[in-house]
Protein backbone atom coordinates (compact mmCIF):
# COMPACT_ATOMS: atom_id res chain seq x y z
CA UNK A 1 0.00 0.00 0.00
CA UNK A 2 1.53 3.67 -0.92
CA UNK A 3 1.38 5.94 1.52
CA UNK A 4 3.00 8.46 3.91
CA UNK A 5 4.52 7.79 7.60
CA UNK A 6 5.40 10.01 10.18
CA UNK A 7 6.99 8.48 13.99
CA UNK A 8 6.90 8.54 16.05
CA UNK A 9 2.69 9.39 16.89
CA UNK A 10 4.03 11.08 20.05
CA UNK A 11 7.28 12.71 20.88
CA UNK A 12 8.35 14.49 24.36
CA UNK A 13 11.11 17.12 24.28
CA UNK A 14 13.24 18.22 26.89
CA UNK A 15 14.90 22.20 27.23
CA UNK A 16 17.93 22.07 25.03
CA UNK A 17 17.04 19.27 23.20
CA UNK A 18 16.98 18.93 19.43
CA UNK A 19 14.25 16.49 18.25
CA UNK A 20 14.28 14.61 14.98
CA UNK A 21 10.63 13.53 13.19
CA UNK A 22 10.27 11.15 10.41
CA UNK A 23 8.40 11.03 7.35
CA UNK A 24 8.50 8.54 5.09
CA UNK A 25 6.47 8.12 1.45
CA UNK A 26 5.95 5.55 -0.90
CA UNK A 27 4.04 7.37 -3.29
CA UNK A 28 7.05 8.07 -5.62
CA UNK A 29 6.25 12.16 -5.52
CA UNK A 30 8.32 14.44 -6.22
CA UNK A 31 7.65 17.39 -3.30
CA UNK A 32 7.24 17.26 -0.11
CA UNK A 33 6.16 19.98 3.16
CA UNK A 34 6.24 20.07 6.47
CA UNK A 35 2.85 22.08 8.62
CA UNK A 36 2.64 22.73 12.33
CA UNK A 37 -0.91 22.60 13.38
CA UNK A 38 -1.95 24.50 16.40
CA UNK A 39 -5.33 24.91 18.33
CA UNK A 40 -7.87 28.01 16.32
CA UNK A 41 -5.03 28.35 13.38
CA UNK A 42 -4.75 27.39 9.66
CA UNK A 43 -1.81 24.72 8.87
CA UNK A 44 1.20 26.77 8.71
CA UNK A 45 4.35 25.85 6.39
CA UNK A 46 7.58 25.18 7.61
CA UNK A 47 9.81 23.87 5.24
CA UNK A 48 9.47 21.89 1.85
CA UNK A 49 11.02 20.75 -0.47
CA UNK A 50 10.58 19.78 -4.45
CA UNK A 51 13.26 17.99 -5.39
CA UNK A 52 16.28 15.74 -3.63
CA UNK A 53 18.66 18.11 -2.05
CA UNK A 54 16.57 21.43 -2.68
CA UNK A 55 14.52 22.55 -0.34
CA UNK A 56 12.98 25.93 0.98
CA UNK A 57 11.83 27.92 4.04
CA UNK A 58 8.44 28.60 4.53
CA UNK A 59 6.32 30.98 6.93
CA UNK A 60 7.72 29.95 9.99
CA UNK A 61 10.88 28.46 9.45
CA UNK A 62 12.93 29.20 12.47
CA UNK A 63 14.23 26.78 15.21
CA UNK A 64 13.82 24.04 12.49
CA UNK A 65 15.94 22.10 9.66
CA UNK A 66 15.05 19.56 6.94
CA UNK A 67 17.00 16.90 4.68
CA UNK A 68 16.22 16.07 1.60
CA UNK A 69 18.86 12.78 0.59
CA UNK A 70 16.00 10.61 -0.60
CA UNK A 71 13.33 11.61 -2.41
CA UNK A 72 11.19 8.95 -0.01
CA UNK A 73 12.33 10.69 3.03
CA UNK A 74 12.66 14.32 4.15
CA UNK A 75 13.22 14.38 8.16
CA UNK A 76 12.50 17.81 10.33
CA UNK A 77 14.45 18.45 13.20
CA UNK A 78 12.83 20.83 16.08
CA UNK A 79 16.65 22.34 17.35
CA UNK A 80 16.33 24.04 20.83
CA UNK A 81 15.98 27.74 19.37
CA UNK A 82 12.28 26.59 18.30
CA UNK A 83 11.29 28.08 21.83
CA UNK A 84 7.36 26.95 21.50
CA UNK A 85 7.54 23.73 19.99
CA UNK A 86 4.30 22.17 21.08
CA UNK A 87 2.35 21.46 18.37
CA UNK A 88 0.69 19.10 15.81
CA UNK A 89 3.09 18.16 13.18
CA UNK A 90 1.74 16.98 9.76
CA UNK A 91 4.15 16.03 6.88
CA UNK A 92 2.70 15.84 3.33
CA UNK A 93 4.04 15.24 -0.24
CA UNK A 94 2.39 15.79 -3.54
CA UNK A 95 2.94 14.87 -7.02
CA UNK A 96 5.13 17.28 -9.49
CA UNK A 97 6.16 20.46 -8.34
CA UNK A 98 3.22 22.75 -8.94
CA UNK A 99 1.80 22.45 -5.57
CA UNK A 100 -1.20 19.56 -6.51
CA UNK A 101 -3.16 17.98 -4.02
CA UNK A 102 -1.25 16.85 -1.49
CA UNK A 103 -1.64 13.47 0.80
CA UNK A 104 -0.61 13.87 4.41
CA UNK A 105 0.61 11.47 6.60
CA UNK A 106 -0.66 10.44 10.71
CA UNK A 107 1.04 13.17 12.09
CA UNK A 108 3.71 13.36 15.06
CA UNK A 109 2.26 15.31 18.65
CA UNK A 110 5.46 17.12 20.01
CA UNK A 111 5.02 17.83 23.49
CA UNK A 112 7.92 19.96 26.18
CA UNK A 113 8.45 18.39 29.30
CA UNK B 1 -2.34 40.30 4.31
CA UNK B 2 -3.73 36.81 2.90
CA UNK B 3 -6.74 35.71 4.90
CA UNK B 4 -9.14 32.95 4.74
CA UNK B 5 -12.07 32.87 6.72
CA UNK B 6 -14.27 29.98 7.81
CA UNK B 7 -17.07 30.09 10.44
CA UNK B 8 -14.67 28.29 13.23
CA UNK B 9 -18.07 25.94 14.55
CA UNK B 10 -21.43 24.43 13.44
CA UNK B 11 -23.83 22.37 14.48
CA UNK B 12 -26.18 19.72 12.14
CA UNK B 13 -28.38 17.23 12.52
CA UNK B 14 -28.10 13.77 11.04
CA UNK B 15 -30.00 13.00 8.17
CA UNK B 16 -29.83 16.91 7.26
CA UNK B 17 -27.63 19.30 4.60
CA UNK B 18 -25.32 21.70 6.00
CA UNK B 19 -23.23 24.41 3.99
CA UNK B 20 -19.89 25.48 5.24
CA UNK B 21 -18.10 28.65 3.69
CA UNK B 22 -14.91 29.77 3.00
CA UNK B 23 -13.81 33.38 1.58
CA UNK B 24 -10.38 34.18 0.95
CA UNK B 25 -8.17 37.91 0.13
CA UNK B 26 -5.05 36.02 -1.51
CA UNK B 27 -2.43 37.57 -3.58
CA UNK B 28 -4.02 35.52 -6.77
CA UNK B 29 -5.88 32.16 -7.35
CA UNK B 30 -5.10 28.97 -8.63
CA UNK B 31 -6.86 26.91 -6.84
CA UNK B 32 -8.95 25.62 -4.05
CA UNK B 33 -8.92 23.31 -1.58
CA UNK B 34 -11.10 21.39 0.68
CA UNK B 35 -10.24 18.75 3.35
CA UNK B 36 -11.72 16.98 5.89
CA UNK B 37 -9.78 16.13 9.51
CA UNK B 38 -11.13 13.93 12.02
CA UNK B 39 -9.78 14.89 15.52
CA UNK B 40 -6.21 14.20 16.27
CA UNK B 41 -5.37 12.78 12.68
CA UNK B 42 -4.48 13.99 8.90
CA UNK B 43 -6.25 16.34 6.69
CA UNK B 44 -7.89 13.88 4.03
CA UNK B 45 -8.47 15.56 0.45
CA UNK B 46 -12.11 16.14 -0.59
CA UNK B 47 -12.09 18.23 -3.30
CA UNK B 48 -10.60 21.15 -5.63
CA UNK B 49 -12.03 24.18 -7.83
CA UNK B 50 -9.92 25.79 -9.80
CA UNK B 51 -13.23 26.91 -12.10
CA UNK B 52 -16.27 28.63 -11.31
CA UNK B 53 -19.36 26.25 -10.18
CA UNK B 54 -19.98 23.31 -8.57
CA UNK B 55 -18.20 20.13 -8.38
CA UNK B 56 -20.07 17.32 -6.95
CA UNK B 57 -18.67 14.31 -5.52
CA UNK B 58 -21.14 11.85 -3.91
CA UNK B 59 -22.57 13.21 -0.74
CA UNK B 60 -20.40 15.96 -0.89
CA UNK B 61 -20.08 18.77 -3.09
CA UNK B 62 -18.17 21.99 -3.40
CA UNK B 63 -19.18 25.14 -5.41
CA UNK B 64 -16.51 28.22 -6.39
CA UNK B 65 -16.85 31.77 -7.01
CA UNK B 66 -14.19 33.35 -7.79
CA UNK B 67 -15.01 36.91 -8.84
CA UNK B 68 -16.68 37.08 -5.13
CA UNK B 69 -13.54 35.02 -3.27
CA UNK B 70 -16.25 32.79 -1.89
CA UNK B 71 -16.55 28.58 -1.88
CA UNK B 72 -18.83 26.35 0.03
CA UNK B 73 -18.69 22.69 1.08
CA UNK B 74 -22.14 21.24 0.93
CA UNK B 75 -22.84 17.77 2.46
CA UNK B 76 -25.92 16.33 2.44
CA UNK B 77 -27.32 13.29 4.09
CA UNK B 78 -25.23 13.75 7.09
CA UNK B 79 -23.38 10.90 8.99
CA UNK B 80 -22.15 10.88 12.31
CA UNK B 81 -18.84 10.01 10.94
CA UNK B 82 -18.98 13.66 9.55
CA UNK B 83 -18.35 15.14 12.53
CA UNK B 84 -14.68 16.30 12.04
CA UNK B 85 -13.07 19.37 10.98
CA UNK B 86 -13.38 21.21 7.22
CA UNK B 87 -10.31 22.85 6.77
CA UNK B 88 -10.39 25.10 3.39
CA UNK B 89 -6.86 26.12 1.85
CA UNK B 90 -6.04 28.71 -1.30
CA UNK B 91 -3.22 28.12 -4.36
CA UNK B 92 -2.10 31.65 -4.51
CA UNK B 93 -0.06 33.40 -6.86
CA UNK B 94 2.75 31.73 -5.62
CA UNK B 95 1.34 28.26 -5.56
CA UNK B 96 1.63 27.92 -2.21
CA UNK B 97 -1.02 26.88 -0.14
CA UNK B 98 -2.82 29.60 2.66
CA UNK B 99 -4.84 27.37 5.31
CA UNK B 100 -8.14 28.76 6.88
CA UNK B 101 -8.00 27.80 10.61
CA UNK B 102 -11.10 24.92 9.74
CA UNK B 103 -15.22 24.56 10.81
CA UNK B 104 -15.49 22.02 13.13
CA UNK B 105 -18.98 20.67 11.97
CA UNK B 106 -21.05 18.72 15.07
CA UNK B 107 -23.28 16.27 14.22
CA UNK B 108 -26.52 15.17 16.29
CA UNK B 109 -28.40 12.30 16.20
Known amino acids: DGGITQSPKYLFRKEGQNVTLSCEQN?????MYWYRQDPGQGLRLIYY???????QKGDIAEGYSVSREKKESFPLTVTSAQKNPTAFYLC????????????FGPGTRLLVL | GQNIDQPTEMTATEGAIVQINCTYQ??????LFWYQQHAGEAPTFLSY??LDGLEEKGRFSSFLSRSKGYSYLLLKELQMKDSASYLC??????????WGAGTKLIIKP
Open chain 2, 26 to 31: TSGFNG
Open chain 1, 92 to 103: ASSIGKGWETQY
Open chain 2, 89 to 98: AVKDSNYQLI
Open chain 1, 27 to 31: LNHDA
Open chain 2, 49 to 50: NV
Open chain 1, 49 to 55: SQIVNDF
